[in-house]
């Protein structure tokens, strides 16, 4: 009896995995989604605009980056089966997917997220798919200091913080090497690092 199956495949070929990818220039059809940077309404009272620049390592904006968030509400409890690309005008989804410009700017409506425990800062999870990145490259924008940023070299945190730019808006710049590269993160373990 052969280990084939009906496609002519072995049990091991069919669980290969397969090579990574980088995102761009061609994500444009088939990722960003109507409403993806509005994770709050623009008119909801606790809704604040984050946005920023995508740089490659010669300081140059990254046109064809696309960047995901996630973050808790704003009393910092995770948004959990709320979370998701559904938009109905009024929900806090807690997950937003936007596109940058021709000029690597980004931005999204979101709420500035409650602290997850006490003692520690809110902050958004930030995943960044570019043109000539395999792997999606993950960080943190903090909104306050946190313990976490004590373990970062000094010269370095800065990368992590969101600056607030107006009454009601935060920017976080992101440069993907070089000078004045963001901290990206590894998760180990489960995922929830």
């Known amino acids: 009896m ?7 495949a072995t049990e091991h070929a069919r669980h290969l995995q397969t090579p990574s990818q980088t995102v761009g220039p061609f994500f444009g059809y088939a990722l960003p989604y109507e409403g ?7 008119w909801n009272p606790e809704a604040i605009r984050f946005h920023g620049t995508v740089c490659d390592g010669a300081g140059e904006p990254v046109p064809d980056a696309l960047l995901e968030i996630w973050g808790a509400d ?3 409890r995770p948004i959990g089966e709320r979370g998701s690309l559904h938009r109905d005008g009024h929900t806090v989804t807690g997950f937003g997917r936007a596109a940058v410009d021709r000029a ?3 931005s999204f409506t979101t709420v500035r997220p409650g602290a997850p ?3 520690r800062a809110p902050y958004l999870l930030v995943t960044v798919f570019a043109r000539g ?12 200091d946190d313990p976490f940023l004590a373990t970062v070299p000094e010269g370095r ?20 090497q070089g000078d004045g590269e963001t901290v990206f993160l590894d998760f180990i373990g489960d995922g929830r690092g």
């Open 2 to 8: 052969s280990d084939l199956d009906e496609s002519g």
């Open 36 to 42: 993806g940077p509005e994770v709050a309404a623009p």
């Open 74 to 76: 704003a009393r910092g």
């Open 104 to 106: 690597g700017h980004y």
């Open 117 to 119: 425990a006490p003692g």
């Open 133 to 144: 990145l395999l792997h999606h490259l993950f960080t943190r924008a903090y909104f306050d």
């Open 157 to 176: 945190r800065d990368t992590l913080r969101a600056v607030r730019d107006g009454e009601r808006s935060y920017r976080f710049d992101i440069r993907l």
